[in-house]
Nanobody, 119 residues
Framework: VQLQASGGGLVQAGGSLRLSCAAS????????IAWFRQAPGQEREFLGS????????HYRDSVKDRFTISSDHAKNTVYLQMNNLKPEDTAVYYC?????????????WGQGTLVTVSS
């Protein structure tokens, strides 16, 4: 499974940003796709995940009211919609593939995309 994350950038606090994760490879649809982030000096943390069918989603409690994961099968892409962003959301964001719910046992990582939220 190959993953390509994109869509990061600079946004003001309270703003929104949508990240994309394009997947390819023969078996990508058999995995769940998850989003993680890693802030400077901190451990990488799980944000949420979805099955390709979209039938199941799972979120970290601290972001579930602001972040939404969706998928576009035609584009083989999973999105992370982030609303009401806060400076503490500043981090490098990664997408990953693994067996559901893809919190652990990650099979493949995409490269990170940097999100910077200014106050």
């Amino acid at each position: 499974v190959q993953l390509q994350a994109s869509g990061g950038g600079l946004v003001q606090a309270g703003g929104s940003l949508r990240l994309s994760c394009a997947a390819s490879g023969r078996t990508f649809s058999s995995y769940a796709i998850a989003w993680f982030r890693q802030a400077p000096g901190q451990e990488r943390e799980f944000l949420g995940s979805t099955t390709w069918s979209g039938g199941r989603t799972h979120y970290r409690d601290s972001v579930k009211d602001r972040f939404t994961i969706s998928s576009d099968h035609a584009k083989n892409t999973v999105y992370l919609q982030m609303n009401n962003l806060k400076p503490e959301d500043t981090a490098v964001y990664y997408c990953a593939a693994g067996p559901w719910p893809a919190v652990r046992s990650i099979r493949s990582w995409g490269q990170g995309t940097l999100v910077t939220v200014s106050s």
